[in-house]
């Protein structure tokens, strides 16, 4: 049983009827609060609050509510209305409706072919619902009236004058709102009628329409009302002014197009093309001329002719241009001749790096077999017949024989500066190719490498296409420097995509998101540079020749300094050659006192700034040039050393040994010490080592129980003593199975008071019944070694085909002992114990005894 509002046309239309017709009821003169009963039928309104002293066009449909108006007119009775809780409700009962409402009578009805009620109610006063008295066939209540009165003032005119002059700016916005509503509204001079006729005919909120009504005192309704007012005028002048912009914004693109048009047509009459046009033929143009291949051609084509249709001020257009711009950018079939000259290769790449036997000769291979093809070829196409030797240059270059595997793929992995990145560039020049470096250290996002799709505002391709665009040459030599620290995230595996650009047999059609056209990279030359291979991906490892670059010796620095970074250090630090020269003695002093690294990055900062020192020193005139630096000068100009020889100092004590490890920077020696105090077999291991080391330490002690009468240890010491083994530098973490052999000699030392010698160290992995197995990383280990000044080295055998690796005179200068045993490994490495060491050490053991007992 509700009531509808009406639109503004059927209100128009009821005040305007003039008679009656058929099914029309005039219900006369409304009648005035002082009449009104006090038990009143009730009509819920969805949606719409009815105010006193206001007009409004109402519609009912439910049965409910046109039976309830019919007897409303038949009984020329007042009616109740009263807003709905639950405007989506049909049928809302006596829960669901406000107790306030407004007396309303009915000034005019008019009932529809369909039984729909339409009618215009006139409200008298407001009520407040006190008892229901019936709720079939519809609601019937006692109610009380609610009177308001009020007095005229300063702040109630003002407070009037506001409301008018509110509403007419908003009848002004609103295009829907009459003009006559408006002067009408002006027209009313009572303060209560002007507030709730502005309210009746206001967008506002029904909640605020209901707490309105129910709001007692005038000022107070008058002021909210101004509120809202003042709210709803600033949404509408907000809206005329967003309407304004997009009104002004389409007007100036309409005025552009249309005058665009009338250029054409100009042009057209005058036999003249068009800007656009002249820069379509041209991309058409660069098309033809660019040899992509034909599904690359068929996408630059169909987007050509997207662009041809579609007006400059596009917001597409420009997208699809700079599409363009890197299709016909790009070297599709511009190369760069090899230089086949073996010895210019050779002679240029001993010029730039002193040693590196295997990368230079892996190089030279490579050159002596592209000059072989090229032989090759050149014999069969003389030896074809006429008619089928002219063949075109596409179709050579589409012959999946000749075109098989023209690139490599090379991994250096070494220590850092042992020359893997600028080793690249000498390949390049070497080569007569264009360098390109891109480093792949911290990179995490996918697109980074294959681009990203069009889809995306600012999108481009990736950085492998950007760079062969940048040097216009698609067979560089390409660099992809620290493929080993690559990340990957919630955007995608870097190290995924780089599958297909280092397959020979994919990479021949690498497609990027942003071109989504195949490019040809089969003879780009791919070198990769890593620290380690541990972090590498299998499947991307797998598809690399793995180059191993390992630490150079002191004699390979010394050839280094001289003939490479000494040179450079006195040009970038302006001075002449021969001006600052360098000792032998003194390089050396640099490498074992203020280096000690696998590389030489770290000794040509100690020589540049020794020139450095050596120029300030010049111009202040306390030195005079040229100068010669001795190893007295190195101490002078350098201070004092930062690496000692401790390999003596620290092995004077029994229980301490030196070991060999592995480290992505290259070899390392490390010492093993090892302590006991009165317990009962306990056993620490510190030094942050990993659980393949500690397991490695559990069982060289396991070793050393099971062969305690066999080594000379007394059985009793070793079950009443806890042993502590800790490995220093506890900063950094250590792990692997090949200190096996070092724990069990310093064990073993401890235990029988026999010092290890100072110019051993060893490696191996040890098992349970004493066998030494093979360990990797020997070439480093030995160079670390050979650094330290150790002189005698204790290996596995199975590890003596490594020692071929290493350089003739790093053999020559160390004794290696190779052992299969670790009781082999205990005689060379235990120093013999003398009488009278054996009878303190007797006495030594005697007191430990007695303390334990």
């Known amino acids: ?93 006596v829960e669901d409706i406000h107790t306030v409402g407004t007396i309303v009578t009915i000034a005019r009805q008019f009932k529809s072919a369909d ?75 009572d303060p209560r009628q002007l507030t709730y006729t502005i309210a009746t005919y206001m967008r506002m909120d029904i909640d605020d329409a209901q707490r309105l009504l129910e709001m007692d005192g005038l000022p107070n309704k008058m002021l909210f009302l101004l509120q809202l007012l003042n709210k709803e005028l600033e949404v509408l002048q907000l809206g005329k002014k967003i309407q304004s912009v997009a009104q002004s914004e389409m007007e100036k693109i309409q005025r552009e197009y249309f005058l665009r048009e009338q250029i054409k047509a100009i042009q057209r009459e005058l036999g003249e093309a068009d800007e656009q046009q002249i820069e379509i033929n041209a991309l058409r143009e660069k098309i033809a001329a660019s ?68 990368i230079k000769e892996r190089i030279i291979e490579f050159l002596a077999v592209r000059k072989r093809r090229h032989e090759l070829q050149i014999s069969e196409s003389a030896a074809e017949p006429a008619q089928e030797s002219a063949i075109s240059t596409n179709q050579v270059a589409e012959d999946p024989i000749r075109r098989e595997r023209e690139g490599v793929i090379l991994c250096f992995v070494g220590p850092p500066g042992v020359g893997k990145t600028s080793l690249g560039a000498s390949i390049a020049r070497a080569m007569g190719r264009k360098f390109i470096r891109m480093s792949l250290g911290g990179v995490r996002d996918e697109a980074e490498i294959r681009g990203f799709r069009r889809t995306y505002v600012g999108s481009m391709p ?9 040097v216009e040459s698609r067979n560089p030599v390409f660099m992809l420097d620290e493929v080993d620290k690559l990340g990957s995230d919630f955007r995608g595996d870097p190290a995924s995509a780089l599958l297909e650009v280092l397959d020979p047999e994919q990479n021949r059609e690498f497609r990027d998101h942003y071109l989504d056209a195949p490019f040809d990279l089969s003879q780009t030359i791919f070198i990769c540079t890593a620290n380690t291979l541990e ?69 040509e900062r100690e020589i540049g700034s020794i020139c450095r020192r050596l120029v300030a020193r010049a111009a202040e005139g306390k030195v005079t040039l040229p100068f010669h630096v001795t190893p007295e000068a190195v101490a002078e100009l350098r201070g004092k050393p930062r690496f000692y020889n401790e390999v003596v100092e620290r092995t004077e004590t029994p229980g301490v040994a030196t070991g060999l490890s592995w480290t992505p920077f290259g070899g390392e020696v490390i010492f093993v010490e090892a302590t006991r105090m009165p317990g009962a077999k306990g056993f620490l291991l510190t030094g942050q080592l990993g659980e393949v080391m500690k397991e490695s330490a559990q069982a060289a002690l396991s070793y050393v129980r099971s062969h305690a009468a066999e080594l000379g240890i007394n059985r009793r010491e070793l079950d009443k003593s806890d042993i502590h083994v800790h490995v220093p530098a506890g900063a950094q973490p250590k792990d692997g199975p090949s200190a096996g052999v070092t724990i069990v000699t310093a064990l073993v030392s401890l235990f029988t008071g026999r010092k290890v010698c100072p110019d051993v160290a060893m490696t191996g992995e040890i098992t349970l019944r004493g066998l030494v197995l093979p360990v990797g990383g020997i070439k480093e280990k030995v160079l670390a070694a050979h650094r330290a000044g150790l002189k005698r080295i204790i290996l596995p055998r199975r590890n003596q085909p490594d020692l071929d690796d290493l350089p003739a005179d790093v053999c020559g200068s160390l004794e290696f ?18 009488r009278g060491k054996a009878k303190s050490r007797n006495k030594e053991n005697k007191r430990i005894a007695r303390a334990l007992t």
Request: no cysteine.
């Open 115 to 189: 039984g729909v009620v339409n009618m215009i109610v006139q409200g008298t006063e407001r009520f407040r619902i006190v008892e229901v008295i019936s709720q079939d066939p519809y609601i019937v209540a006692r109610v009380e009236l609610l009177p308001e009165p009020w007095e005229s003032s300063l702040e109630i005119e003002a407070l009037r004058r506001n409301l008018g002059e509110g509403f007419a700016k908003i009848a002004e916005l609103r295009p829907d709102m009459p003009d006559e509503l408006a002067q009408m509204i002006q027209s009313i001079e």
């Open 535 to 603: 972090t590498i991906p299998g499947p991307l490892r797998d598809r690399m020749e793995v180059l191993q670059l390992s630490g150079y010796t002191e004699q390979e620095k010394l050839k280094i300094a001289h003939g490479y970074l000494v040179p450079r250090q006195l040009k970038e630090n302006g001075l002449r050659p021969g001006e600052v020269t360098f000792s032998d003695a003194a390089i050396l002093k640099l490498v074992r006192e203020y280096t000690r690294e696998a590389g030489v990055r770290n000794l």
């Open 291 to 358: 040899g992509m291949n034909e599904e690359a051609r068929r996408e630059a084509e169909r987007e050509l002719d997207r662009l041809a249709k579609m007006p400059t001020q596009a917001a597409e257009y420009s997208v699809i241009r700079t599409y363009l711009d890197w299709m016909v950018s790009l070297p599709w079939q511009k190369t760069t001749p090899d230089n086949l000259d073996i010895a210019h290769a050779r002679r240029v790449l001993d010029e730039d790096h002193y040693g590196l036997p295997d």
């Open 817 to 834: 002992v190779l052992v299969e045993h670790v009781d082999q490994a205990l005689t060379a490495a235990l120093s013999p114990s003398t």
């Open 1 to 93: 049983m509700t009531g509808e509002s009406l639109d503004w046309l059927m209100f128009n239309e009821l005040l305007d009827k003039s008679g009656q017709s058929a099914g029309e009821t005039d219900t006369g003169s409304p009648q005035k609060p002082a009449d009104v009963p006090l038990v009143l039928p009730i009509l819920p309104l969805r949606g719409m609050v009815v105010y006193p002293l206001a007009a409004l066009p109402l519609r009912a449909a439910q049965p409910r509510a046109v039976r309830l108006i019919d007897d409303a007119v038949l009984r020329k009775s007042s009616v109740g209305m009263v807003a709905s809780k639950v405007p989506q409700k049909d049928d809302p009962g």
């Open 462 to 470: 990736g950085r492998i296409i950007q760079s062969i665009r940048r």
